[in-house]
């Protein structure tokens, strides 16, 4: 299995959310193949981008062939209420995001080897070495972590509609609603989970 990873938002929009989605890339493929056959879309598929109808029919693609997540929220009204009341620095958040996400999944895997694939669009190309470095350790022998361009890879592009999903909600945007309603089955049968980051480690 594939985990592929994309993140959504930034603390001064309010929340930043970080989706590890696991996913064959066969499975991936399936999705993108059918949900740009009925809908016609071109180009790079973003969660910011769809209308909410496109973004269910995504979801529930997903969900049909065995998609799962965790999700890793912060909140920035949480994290100002720890101690000195600080709020981290843009990377540093994306760190422990991805780690809290990747975290969640490493027991789950059974000693599986495991692919982790980071978007490599958010920080510069050093930084993001560093970071796909430090997940490389974390999973030693079992796995391999890579970072890829998302307009190239249909996994991330699924995660960033994951994590722009949970962004919403994070937010409560006008589209909050409409989007938990479309979240529920999923968060109820825990093919999505989320993990609430409620301090840096």
């Not at 499975?27 to 016609?40: D, K, L, M, Q, W």
């Not at 994590?163 to 089955?185: C, E, K, M, T, Y």
Request: with cysteine.
């Amino acid at each position: 299995m594939t985990i592929y990873c994309d993140e959504s938002g930034a603390l001064n929009a309010g929340a930043m959310t970080f989706s590890a989605v696991m996913l064959t890339p066969a499975a991936a493929s399936e999705i993108h193949v059918r949900f740009r056959t009925v809908t016609g879309l071109r180009g790079e598929l973003k969660g910011s981008r769809i209308s909410l109808v496109e973004r269910a029919y995504l979801l529930e693609l997903f969900d049909r062939v065995g998609g799962r997540a965790w999700v890793a929220v912060a909140r920035r009204d949480t994290l100002a209420q720890n101690p000195g009341g600080t709020l981290p620095s843009d990377l540093a958040l994306y760190a422990a995001l991805l780690d809290l996400a990747i975290g969640r999944w490493l027991p789950e895997t059974g000693g599986v080897c495991t692919d982790v694939v980071i978007d490599d669009g958010r920080y510069d190309p050093n930084i993001l070495a560093k970071v796909r470095a430090e997940i490389q350790a974390g999973l030693g022998q079992w796995g391999r972590a890579s970072l890829a361009d998302s307009r190239r890879s249909e996994g991330v592009q699924i995660a960033d509609v994951v994590a722009n999903s949970l962004f919403n909600i994070a937010v409560q945007s006008p589209r909050a609603h409409r989007i938990a309603a479309i979240l529920d089955p999923m968060l109820a049968s825990k093919a999505i989970r989320i993990a609430d980051l409620a301090a840096m480690p």
